[in-house]
């Protein structure tokens, strides 16, 4: 069991020729694993190191064809893990792939960075193609807007317009979430208003059988008004005498009409006004109702008006974010993927290599869904680590403690700014207590209470109790009685569920544990290092 390297192409994924790497290092992530009070989630990546290959292993004859294999970016490499399980013209399963970056060359070998997928889209540029800078004035007013996606969906999309939508930016990736349906925009993309640009502002009126409703958009501001007239009426008959001449005389007859004669009528006026903020909104309902009264002959002879409201409420801005072509330099690929993994409810995100046929490589976009943030696992995994030995070795468990009390801050300024504080003191109140820890946070666009509140209960929630972190090591050779490999590289993946059995730890009780996989690294050994997502103390 053994790793194998091929190189490849970058763009279409067409595999090259078998190198030997004599030695390296390796990292896998799914999320950020560390202990820390505030963390974002990011997006699984990989890297490779130490990559420093004796010419002799470089295919090719001359100089140019050693350069033509080894071209920065044009160039890729994918490492293969090969077990017992395959046969011996197998190729393996490719476990991470990547592109080559800008080598340093010498007389005896040559040096040679990773790049890994996120590397790559790390520079990619969410902008419309052949239309920067085309506008009046040479400006650039195009803009991306898309909504009711999920967040998966909106991550294959953005994939999708930095690489194949541009000329020369074809990337071998599966894309399987395009176009499904969600609640979400783009998220934030951090930018202020440009004062200078003009704000959309429009009127527009749709005629109903009992009235009107008028929409009218002013920059952030959002009016609907809608009337509705209610009518009472009664028919009149009216028999008048008229004469007229003719050659014998006068004649006179009688001419009989109906007449429609409004006996009440009331008005309603509700009239909606949103006004957006970049946080929240805020929503103004007034309704006025007025009360005609008419005589006998239908003539209006007054009116009584009665308003109900203004009503104010705060809501969380659902906001239908547009990507501004002017603002391209807050909208590399790489950093909207990290912001949708790291936004409210955003899934953890994963590209992964595998062999498309006998001679390509391709990369799967792995994404968790609205409902689940976590990644799909076909299978659960069990570790067990004892003084006796396991298929988990060398254990080390890492301890965080808890904060009790977290200080937040809001929007405003000096004596103005919004304060919140959220606590929990049921660790500082029992028998045996633990000294009060507090923390503070800050978020300056927090510009409701409710808003702010929700900052910190997050942060109280992610803290409020003990904290242990699991690491140790597993060796991917390790078989069964029968012969076959019990856990092999490409059989599990960070992200994924373990249970880990662990028996006769010093500050540990027995038991199984349920932990998820954060990170694996490793060498050119079999030999990999796991480390699991903190999970509550059982000690504490």
């Not at 317009?161 to 783009?186: A, F």
């Not at 062999?355 to 689940?372: K, N």
């Not at 929990?424 to 820890?437: E, F, I």
């Not at 090591?473 to 599990?492: K, Q, T, Y």
Request: charged share 25%.
């Amino acid at each position: 069991m053994t790793w194998v390297a091929y190189l490849y192409d970058t763009v279409s994924g067409q595999l090259a020729q078998e190198i030997d790497i004599p030695s390296f290092t390796w990292s896998m992530t799914v999320s950020d694993s560390s202990f820390s009070t505030t963390k974002d989630k990011g997006v699984g990546d990989d890297e490779v190191s130490g990559l420093e290959l004796p010419w002799a292993q470089i295919p090719g004859d001359d100089p140019a064809a050693r350069a033509a294999a080894l071209q920065p970016y044009k160039r890729g490499l994918v490492l293969c893990w090969k077990s017992v399980l395959d046969d011996t013209a197998s190729m393996g399963t490719p476990i991470l792939a990547g592109a080559l970056g800008v080598r340093t060359s010498s007389w005896h070998d040559v040096s040679v960075p990773y790049v890994s997928m996120m590397g790559l889209l790390n520079d990619r540029y969410l902008v419309h193609e052949d239309a920067f800078g085309k506008d009046a004035g040479h400006t650039s007013k195009r803009s991306f807007r898309w909504e009711n996606l999920s967040w998966r969906a909106l991550a294959c999309e953005v994939i999708r317009q930095c690489t194949s939508v541009k000329p020369g930016g074809g990337l071998p990736i599966d894309l399987p979430y395009l176009n499904e349906t969600g609640t979400h925009s783009l998220p934030s993309d951090g930018s202020s208003e440009d004062e200078n640009a003009p704000k959309q502002k429009n009127k527009k009126r749709v005629n109903t059988a009992d009235g009107y409703v008028e929409t009218s958009v002013d920059g952030d501001t959002t009016t609907i008004t809608e009337q509705h007239v209610t009518k009472k009426t009664k028919q009149v008959t009216e028999t008048k005498p008229y004469t007229y001449n003719t050659r014998k005389g006068k004649v006179t007859k009688q001419h009989t009409t109906v007449k429609t004669l409004t006996t009440a009528q009331t008005t309603v006026v509700k009239k909606t006004v949103t006004k957006n903020y970049k946080d929240y909104s805020e929503r103004t309902v007034t309704t006025t109702t007025t009360v005609y009264s008419f005589d006998g002959n239908g003539n209006q002879t007054g009116s009584t008006t009665s308003t109900d409201g203004p009503h104010k409420t705060m809501l969380p801005r659902q906001t239908v974010v547009e990507y501004k072509d002017f603002n391209v330099s807050n909208h590399r690929a790489a950093d909207i993927l990290k912001n949708i993994a790291n936004a409210d409810g955003g899934p953890d995100m994963q590209f992964r290599p595998y062999l498309s046929d006998s001679q390509h490589v391709r990369f799967r976009f792995l994404a968790g869904s609205d409902g689940d943030i976590y990644l799909n696992q076909d299978k659960r995994l069990s570790l067990s680590c004892s003084p006796y030995g396991g298929t988990l070795e060398n254990i080390k468990i890492d301890r965080a403690a808890p904060y009790m009390r977290v200080y937040a801050t809001g929007a405003g300024s000096d004596l103005g700014t919004m304060c919140c504080q959220s606590e929990d003191l049921t660790l500082v109140k029992r028998q045996d207590p633990y000294p009060l820890r507090e923390t503070t946070t800050s978020d300056t666009d927090a510009k409701t209470y409710e808003l702010l509140a929700a900052a910190a209960d997050g942060m109280l929630n992610a803290n409020r109790q003990p904290l242990m972190q699991l690491s140790g090591e597993i060796d991917v050779n390790d078989c069964d009685a029968m012969g076959l490999p019990l856990h092999p590289l490409g059989s599990f993946w960070p992200g994924e569920m373990f249970d880990i059995a662990i028996d006769g730890f010093p500050d540990l009780p027995d038991g199984v544990y349920p932990m998820r996989l954060m990170q694996i690294s490793g060498d050119q050994t079999g030999k990999v290092t796991v480390k699991f997502d903190p999970v509550a103390d059982p000690t504490a």
